[in-house]
């Protein structure tokens, strides 16, 4: 079965670093991109980055380039999160997403077909 | 950055009606487009793909179309299933964006 899954919830204090991880089995993990999603509650969803885990290629949205590092683990089949100093503003639940890579199409062309279940993220003091 | 507008933010409908949810985007984006569906408390569903692809196991009551700037998500007899958040993604170019959202509710 083709599943990704994510680290459990999450909760921390501002100021706190944190890494959330997702891991991909059943497929070729270096086949496709993985990107990270966030839904802050009751909101949409936004789009935060992506990865190639074959080159680690990444790309950021302007929206969170420098205040998230999205990196992984090929060996394992496994793409990370990470924050080096929490805000309350980052309480939200964050998703990963496979995307096909296609090198002459844009990441998302075929879609995030494939979702994981979700890591809850709670930053209160 | 491309940005994405849906309309509309919300939507009332009965069980049997067609729907049409539209999503444009700030420039062109050819058919580079595609449509989830998430429902409370689930991650998002795929559903279509490069504008009017119908993602596999996908009901055939869902169709997307368009190209360009304007595009449609249609259900062409809702069922109880689908009544949830739709949102549209732009595929042009990274960043990659969403539209905000449009939630259908049972009227």
């Known amino acids: 079965e083709v599943q990704l899954v994510q680290s459990g919830a999450e909760v921390k204090k501002p100021g706190e670093s944190l890494k959330i991880s997702c891991k991909g089995s059943g497929y070729s993990f270096t086949s496709y991109w993985i990107g990270w999603v966030r839904q802050m509650p009751g909101k949409g969803l936004e789009w935060m980055g992506i990865i190639y885990p074959g080159d680690s290629d990444t790309r950021y949205s302007p929206s969170f380039q420098g205040q998230v590092t999205i990196s992984a683990d090929k060996s394992i089949s496994t793409a990370y999160l990470q924050w080096s100093s929490l805000k309350a503003s980052d309480t939200a639940m964050y998703y990963c997403?496979?995307?096909?890579?296609?090198?002459?199409?844009?990441?998302?062309?075929?879609?995030?077909?494939?979702w994981g279940q979700g890591t809850t993220v709670t930053v209160s003091s | 950055d491309i940005q994405m507008t849906q309309s509309p933010s919300s939507l009332s409908a009965s069980v049997g009606d067609r729907v049409t949810i539209t999503c444009r985007a700030s420039?062109?984006?050819?058919?580079?487009l595609n449509w989830y569906q998430q429902k409370p408390g689930k991650a998002p569903k795929l559903l279509i793909y490069a504008a009017s692809s119908l993602q596999s196991g996908v009901p055939s009551r869902f169709s997307g179309s368009g190209s360009g700037t304007d595009f449609t998500l249609t259900i062409s007899s809702l069922q109880p299933e689908d009544f949830a958040t739709y949102y549209c993604q732009q595929s042009y170019s990274t960043p990659s964006g969403f539209g905000q959202g449009t939630r259908l509710e049972i009227k």
């Open positions: 420039q062109s984006i050819s058919s580079y």
């Open positions: 997403a496979r995307s096909l890579r296609v090198t002459t199409l844009s990441p998302f062309y075929y879609g995030m077909d494939v």
